[in-house]
């Protein structure tokens, strides 16, 4: 059992050694909770920094910051969008991923 475990941290270490970690996608997931209100699940790196922006189309710039940089402990992320604010909320999000604290 205990060769196991350094065997899979050794795995994850070294995939943030090298900077493989980055290579994992994000996906994102979208969940109505009730009345109306929308959750925006994904999955995230533990230690990473995560951005959330928005844009009127896929093809359009997103140039829209919906969250400051969020540093995370978990592997995912959520955001609850209320009844009010889901109904305005633009179609389209991307979320940003960085290793170093960013700058703002």
């Known amino acids: 059992m205990g060769s196991v475990c350094g065997i899979t941290a050794w795995g994850l270490a070294k995939r943030y050694f090298d900077g493989s970690i980055l290579d994992e996608s994000i996906n994102l997931s979208f969940s109505k909770i009730s009345a ?3 959750q925006l699940d994904w999955n995230s790196v533990r230690g990473a920094y995560y951005k959330l922006q928005t844009g009127s189309h896929p093809d359009a710039a997103f140039l829209s910051d919906y ?3 969020i540093w995370t402990l978990e592997t995912t992320e959520s955001l ?3 009844e009010a604010e889901a109904l305005q909320a ?4 991307r979320v940003l ?3 170093e604290a960013p700058e703002e």
């Open 97 to 99: 991923r960085s290793l």
């Open 67 to 69: 969250t400051d940089w």
């Open 80 to 82: 609850l969008f209320p």
């Open 90 to 93: 633009p179609a389209y999000f």
């Open 36 to 38: 109306g209100s929308v």
